[in-house]
């Protein structure tokens, strides 16, 4: 395989509405591929036609379009449909505050509904005893009334958490004492009396409290009453998908899990205050930029771009495809299994737009469980309609966002046993999208799984890389041997035992290896890291660590541009290390902030580590060694880096004067007692490689690393003995040079 760069995003200044459900993807990913890559480059631009066949993120679908291309969208689920519709051509920000204004001016008996519904969170300031509204009340689970309240007085100032008062437990009470008619009423409108889901639908609406619940319901049924245009009204709908979204009781507190997957009460939640939440909508709505043009099928949208929406299932459209768009590309981010978003769109949809916008996804109101043999054949399905669809030979550019070793496993087999070719994988870190394009091809007869090719690709992984790597990545370089070989799934194997048997042969195959290392207290294969003990460091730059690579093309790219902002740079490093050898972030920063300085919005190379300057200072380092040796009664001789002291002609100790942080190269080129002598700006640096690399790690226990520093505090001292001198150069280990860094 040809590894091509991981091209990199901005993440979004504002994730935007129900962002806790859909793909965390960075911005500008899509647009970059249209435009610079090899299958991209030629299958863009005016008139071209691309297929999301998933229509699981639409800010994806939004770039596209906005880079001058028409997109084809299935889009099943109602709300994320709606979403699309939204982003694409958002009403103007007067229309959303009116929609509020309007509805908020309702009467509720005597009262405006806006008074009414607040009045329901209403508590008193702890300090000023101020009537105030609650931003929102903290429940335990299983428990019928709130434990806290958090609020901001603006009498006094005063925020933050406080206990509940009797007040607000005797408020929240008796709002439950007619939950039962509201929740009939919800449910009511998502499915009939006399549906068979209607179970699913009662135990859905279980997530949400009476008040937020009895709020929403009120709310809901007045949309249909406001006498609103058109435009008014979608804004309204989508400040109520906000107000749904808060009402539920799988936000928990503290957000242990800000990207819930399951439909699951945390065992402490937050109840939040629904009407604030739809006053947030106003800045969570707020789009900038044009709009774009969007249809629903079968109408037409511009050859200069735009988005056409099918509402319904891939397999429905495929002879439509074939006779009327000649699609040049397919992109899309690959669904992961999410029951909780799944289950609440179609309850939402029912609540905004009736049990009819709910009847074509009711399927989601039924399954509670979505195991990763689930996913691989409803991708299978989705893979198989896509490759009958495309001629042979179209390519699919796919992100897997939260990537984990089931998903890819997941959607690599699915891809593979419907036919479709693997052309490149690049993967930066289990936080970052894993970038795939495949392409469509005539399925070929499944091989066998074979261990050895496994264990070959993993070894040779692990080569090229010089260091350890999280299992992610090393089950990664496996799947990218076994779908090459057409080996990921046999014919008469269901999905489940499929990837059952793949998870096997990728735990016998790295247990079973006495290449392989385990770094990890667990005997789980999926946890700590894995490294290979064939391939010892060597002082060759094509065999070094990832990490000493990378910081060698860093320091080598700031000294030829010396104002450098961190796109340049990351733009330098992922065409050299491309596919799974991707850098990290964190790593990138670590050698800039040990190398570099930030001055007006780029990276400049510090004065002390210009080259002129650091070779001053390696020879003001040896003469300050030697200055010691000599007052500890020691003969002194020296090469090109390592300077050693001497007593009756015998070496007693070693110093390899270093100006980088190359580890791995210090420890193949010296003796074990060596003393490996750093800069102070390169500890953290040091410090940071020790904590991503256990073997590194491991080989330097036995050995001393010291600083600049150290040593010339050291010259200092009035009384230096050589047991002092021993004492001294172990009370400054390299470990308590962490700061604050990222560690992915």
């Not at 309702?106 to 969170?121: F, N, P, T, W």
């Not at 769109?345 to 009847?359: M, P, R, Y």
């Not at 495949?438 to 091989?447: C, G, R, T």
């Not at 001789?637 to 110093?655: A, Q, Y």
Request: glycine content about 6%.
């Amino acid at each position: 395989m040809d590894f091509q760069p991981y091209i990199p995003g901005m993440k979004p200044a504002d994730p935007g509405p129900l962002s806790r459900f859909l793909p965390p993807l960075e911005e500008g990913v899509i647009s970059a591929w249209l435009s610079t890559q090899p299958f991209g480059a030629a299958h863009s631009g005016p008139g071209t036609w691309l297929l999301d066949p998933f229509g699981f993120s639409p800010r994806l679908v939004l770039e596209a379009a906005r880079s001058g291309t028409r997109v084809l969208v299935t889009a099943n689920n109602p709300i994320t449909r709606f979403l699309l519709e939204m982003f694409a051509n958002p009403p103007p920000e007067s229309e959303f505050i009116a929609a509020l204004a309007d509805l908020g001016a309702v009467k509720k008996g005597d009262e405006r509904l806006a008074g009414h519904l607040q009045s329901l969170y209403l508590t008193k300031c702890e300090k000023c005893n101020q009537q105030i509204y609650a931003n929102a009340f903290l429940w335990r689970k299983g428990e019928d009334a709130p434990y806290a309240r958090i609020y901001e007085c603006k009498h006094c100032g005063d925020s933050g958490e406080h206990p509940a008062t009797e007040e607000d437990i005797e408020r929240a009470k008796k709002i439950a004492e007619t939950d039962a008619l509201h929740r009939t009423r919800a449910f009511e409108k998502v499915v009939a009396l006399n549906d068979e889901d209607r179970f699913y639908a009662e135990e859905a609406i279980q997530y949400y409290l009476p008040r937020p619940l009895y709020v929403i319901t009120t709310i809901v049924n007045r949309l249909d009453s406001l006498n609103l245009s058109a435009e008014r009204k979608r804004a309204l709908t989508a400040l109520i998908l906000i107000a749904c979204d808060a009402g539920n009781t799988i936000w928990a507190h503290p957000a242990e899990r800000p990207r819930p997957k399951q439909l699951s009460t945390p065992s402490q939640f937050r109840e939040h205050n629904v009407w604030m939440a739809l006053e947030r909508g106003l800045t969570l709505w707020s789009e900038t930029g044009s709009t774009v043009p969007c249809e629903a099928w079968p109408k037409k949208i511009p050859e200069s771009g735009g988005i056409c929406i099918y509402e319904g299932r891939l397999k429905d459209l495929a002879q439509l495809v074939k006779k009327e768009i000649p699609i040049s590309a397919v992109i899309g981010s690959v669904p992961r299994p999410n029951q909780a978003f799944w289950t609440l769109s179609a309850l939402w949809a029912g609540w905004l737009w009736g049990k009819e916008a709910v009847e074509p996804y009711k399927v989601a109101l039924r399954r509670r469980r979505y195991d990763w043999a689930w996913n691989a054949t409803a991708l299978h399905s989705a893979f198989n309609h896509l490759n009958d669809l495309l001629p042979d030979g179209i390519p699919f550019f796919a992100l897997l966002p939260e990537p984990e070793p089931s998903f890819l496993t997941s959607a690599f087999t699915a891809a593979n046993a419907a036919g479709f070719s693997l052309v490149n994988v690049a993967l930066r870190t289990e936080h970052d999208p894993v970038q795939v394009t495949w392409k469509s091809s005539k399925k070929e007869k499944p091989q066998t799984a074979d261990a050895a090719l496994l264990q070959n690709s993993i070894q040779e992984y692990l080569a090229s890389r010089g260091e350890p790597a999280s299992y992610l990545h090393v089950h990664t370089a496996g799947l990218i041997a076994l779908a090459e070989a057409n080996a990921l799934k046999q014919p008469e194997h269901e999905f489940d035992e499929a990837l059952r048997k793949t998870n096997a042969l990728f735990e016998s195959a790295l247990k079973n290896d006495e290449r392989f290392v385990h770094y990890s207290t667990g005997e789980n294969v999926e946890t700590g890291m894995w490294g290979s003990s064939t391939s010892p460091r060597s002082g060759s730059a094509q065999n070094e660590s990832l990490s000493d690579q990378v910081e060698v093309a860093i320091v080598t790219f700031l000294q030829k541009n010396q104002h450098a902002i961190y796109l340049e740079v990351e733009d330098e490093l992922n065409p050299r290390f491309t596919g799974l050898l991707t850098p990290s972030k964190g790593l990138i920063y670590a050698v800039l902030n040990s190398y570099a300085e930030k001055e007006s919005g780029g990276w400049k190379l510090r004065a002390e580590d210009l080259s002129s300057a650091r070779r001053n200072e390696l020879n003001n380092i040896f003469i300050l060694i030697e200055a010691i040796g000599k007052r500890l009664e020691y003969k002194t001789s020296r090469d090109d880096k390592t300077l050693t002291w001497f007593e009756n002609g015998k070496p007693v100790r070693s110093f390899y004067v270093m100006a980088s942080a190359l580890l791995g190269r210090a420890l193949e080129t010296t003796a074990p007692d060596t003393i490996l002598v750093i800069p102070g700006g390169r500890a953290a640096l040091a410090a940071y490689k020790l904590q991503r690399d256990p073997a590194l790690a491991a080989q330097l226990k036995t050995r001393r690393v010291v600083k600049y520093r150290l040593l010339r505090a050291i010259l200092e001292v009035p009384i230096l003995t050589r047991d002092s001198f021993e004492e001294q150069i172990a009370s400054d280990p390299v470990e308590k040079s962490t700061g604050q860094m990222m560690m992915f």
